[in-house]
């Protein structure tokens, strides 16, 4: 009998995001600069977690970051879970009644008619209401599934417009959309096995993190190998909680925000430090001093992000070498970052 000492972690595949600035497309690319000897790898802006995800079928012991909470939950039950997955049983107890209406009517009270008619509303509060009852590790695994179908539902797969209603009832979106029309909870169900699918164990103790990443770098608890950078591309819609606000509140179940304007985000929001020019290089300034700690860095940028290509070679140069690999966007992506004829960029950056 053949011994099957090689497991092979990319016959789990990793459920298709729908998040701006994810690196899905670009894995490959990324992987060809990884280090030889890397161990552990610590993604710090890791939004729906596709580089951390690839790190982990890599075999490596991953450590994953991310400031807004409902990227934390696909962290915890892709990148840290090993073995849970939803059952039939735990679908049942999902989709009960809610435990407590006069409790969990978030959803309902804040959103009704502006992303979700009433009826989907109820649903939605119910189910959170019900997750409270799942493991920890279910409990995430159920939230991240909730939150991609949220955003299948929407037209654009973001909620920094209030269109979805309107493009919801129109018959040529829907013709291009069919998700636009269905029910939260069929395209739920649809979710679950190609979650479940894609939870595996890589024999590490891989962890998900809620922190913010100069933090996070500053007080490792571990030595780390390789650090991913991906921070939002300042000058192209670097403000994530503006798009997925909805997804940040389902998940926090806020009771201490206001909620504003005509798509209700909360306020006040998370700081990044990372989405505006006014704090932006401080924070990278910082971030880098914070990493120097860490033998070998990949960052993610795009050349029409500020500041400039050179200029982040240069507060990169104070700590590391630096070398730069490039690719054409030849296409629209979507994002002003990823128009045809920008570049996406990678800095390779390795001990001086
Ligand atoms: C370009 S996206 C990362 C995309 C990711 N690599 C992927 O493939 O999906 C940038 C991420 O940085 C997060 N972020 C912004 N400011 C942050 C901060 N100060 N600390 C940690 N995460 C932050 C955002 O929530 C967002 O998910």
Sequence with gaps: MINCLFEDFF???????????????????????????????????????????????????VLTNDFLNFNNQIGKSLIENKTEKLSDRDLEVLFQKNRKPSEFNLIENIFKNIFFDESECKIIDSFRSNVELLSPIKKSLALAIMNRSLTRKVTMGHFAH?????????????????????????IFWDLVKEYNNAVFDNKQDNKSFNKDAIDMISNLSEPVDLLYLDPPYCGSHPDYQNFYHLLETFTEYWKDKEFKNG????????????????????????????????????????????PSQEKMIEMIGKYKNVILDKKQYNNDVGGKGSVKGSHELLFICSPK
Excluded: C
Aim: net charge positive.
């Design 11 to 61: 016959s789990h595949k990793f459920p298709q995001p729908q998040y701006l600035g994810a690196k899905a497309k670009h894995l490959a690319w990324i992987g060809k600069h990884i280090p030889k000897n890397t161990k552990i790898v610590l993604d710090a802006f890791s939004g729906s977690q596709s580089v951390a995800f690839y790190m982990k079928q890599k075999g490596f012991k």
């Design 162 to 186: 209030t269109k979805a209603l309107e493009y919801a009832n129109n018959p040529d979106r829907i013709k291009r959309n069919r998700n636009l029309a269905r029910p939260i909870k069929s």
């Design 263 to 306: 798509i209700k985000h909360y306020f006040p929001k998370r700081n990044s430090g990372f989405d505006t020019k006014k704090d932006i290089i401080d924070s990278f300034d910082k971030m880098f001093a914070a990493a120097n700690k860490i033998p070998y860095w990949i960052v993610s940028y795009n050349d029409r992000s500020y």
